[in-house]
Each structure stands twice: as C-alpha cells, then as structure tokens.
C-alpha cells in the first residue's frame, strides 16, 4: 500500500469526546523527584482504588478508545511515560490487582538505559527489551515514546521519521507486534510532528496539553503526582472536563 503523503488534516473531534487519560511516569520512592513524577506504589494503589470506587476501570489508551466509539463511559485511559523499570516491580501488581490495565510508553532506541534526558537527575534504570515483552505479555498495551526522549519539534524531517517510523518498527521486532500509540516526549507536538505520527502508522498520539491540535493524534492527558489524592484528583477530572467540554457524568461509571 502506498504512504500517505497528503497533507496533514487535524480533524477535530467533539469537545464532549475527550476521554480522561491519566499520565503516570516512575513508581517508586518520591522522596528524591525533582520534576514531581514519581508516584508510590502505595499511593497508585489508593488512586486506583479511588477510580474504582467512583465506578471506572482503568485501561489501555487504545482500549478506552474502542470502549468510547462504541459508546461506552465507565473506563479511564491509564499511560506510564517513560518505561521506567521499576513498573514492573512496583505498578503492574497494583493494576493486576486491580483488574486494570495501561499503556506503558517506552523508549525503543534506550532499551536497558536510564533517563539521560533528566538533567536533575536521579538516574532511573528504563525497560530491558526482555521487561517490553513481559510487560506486554501482563496484558499491558506497549507504545512508542520515540526512540531517545527528544523534542520532536526542533528535528529535522529525517530524525523525526526515525523516531516516530524507526521506533515503531524497533518495538515489533521486541514485541511482535507494532504499536498503534505514540507519546510525545515533553508532551509537545506541532501539525509537523503529527503528520510524521500519522504516516508512520499509529492510530492515536497522546500530548499533555496540546493546545489548538485536537482529535486521535493530539489526545490531552493529566499528570499524575503523588501528592494527588481523592480532592485533587476529583479536581482535575473537573478541570479536564471543563477544558474540553466534556459533558458532566450523570452518575458513578462515567468519565470524560
């Protein structure tokens, strides 16, 4: 089949349509986090514990959005940036005991590596290939958050095809399977960096606050950090509902 080179249309989807995805990074100690992204194992598990008792299940970015195609409103997308090893050690037995699963984001060119990118630091061991398999073989959907952690707006044409097209095509050989879901490192993107995304194939792109870009590849997200408990987390879904106009739910089991 022939790539697509027409340019790229960012379609927008109604306001109302915008799930609720939540952004988690490393699970371990918070004690030394400069950037606020590290979030206890046993504060995920009362976070979790707090969506289950407002009637959502957390899931898999791509799950989530065949659940709202077809209409569904009881689930909430979960993402873990990064691939940061210790999910498996710390989060995947607190979503299996959950029942929920997530979208772990991880970086096919630093397999083994530690985020280099953090110039604070600490240093944090990333995913071996053999963690990608077993994380994916949990029942954990595996995407790509490129291939070294760069802003993808400030690459040339051909740096961005390799970590957009060459980190999916790394991912299938680990996994296989290629990915539908791309990250953007930082969380930013421009119409540039979409295009690359939707060319390269997947399906969706997650962002943080991607501004006027909307629809499957501008999907907005909300940090999680570990001073989040039930106020501040019901705080934030209000605000992400607010911001996307997403429809208030009539009840425990829906979620924008």
């Known amino acids: 089949m022939a790539a697509d080179t027409s340019p790229l249309r960012v379609r927008t989807l109604p306001r109302r349509s915008q799930p609720w995805i939540l952004t988690y990074h490393s699970v371990s100690d918070p004690a030394d986090d400069p950037y606020g992204i590290t979030v206890s194992a046993r504060r995920l598990d009362e976070q979790l514990t707090w969506l289950r008792r407002r ?15 077809a209409g569904g ?59 990608i398999r077993t994380v994916a073989a949990a029942g ?6 490129g291939l070294l952690h760069r802003d993808l707006t400030k690459l040339s044409d051909d740096e961005l095809r390799g970590e957009t097209l060459g980190s999916r095509e790394a991912l299938a050989r680990i996994t296989g399977e290629a990915p ?17 995304v939707r060319d390269a194939g997947y399906a969706y792109g997650c962002a943080l606050v991607p501004g006027s870009l ?43």
């Open 55 to 69: 009637g959502l299940t957390g899931v898999g970015v791509s799950a989530l959005l065949r659940d709202r195609a």
């Open 73 to 131: 409103r009881g689930l909430v997308g979960l993402t873990f940036d990064d691939g940061y090893a210790d999910f498996l050690d710390e989060a995947l037995p607190v979503l299996l005991a959950h029942g929920f699963t997530a979208t772990v984001f991880v970086l096919a060119g630093r397999p083994g590596g530690s985020n280099t990118w953090d110039a604070l630091g600490p240093r944090r061991p990333l995913l071996t290939e053999e963690g």
């Open 140 to 145: 954990m959907e595996v995407g790509s958050h």
């Open 180 to 196: 539908t879901g791309f990250c953007y490192p930082y969380g930013t993107a421009d119409p540039r960096v979409l295009g690359a």
């Open 214 to 256: 909307t629809g499957p590849l501008a999907l907005a997200r909300t940090h999680v950090s570990h001073a989040d408990r039930g106020a501040r987390l019901r705080a934030k879904e209000v605000r992400h509902r607010l911001r996307y106009r997403c429809a208030a739910p009539a009840g425990a089991g829906e979620a924008a």
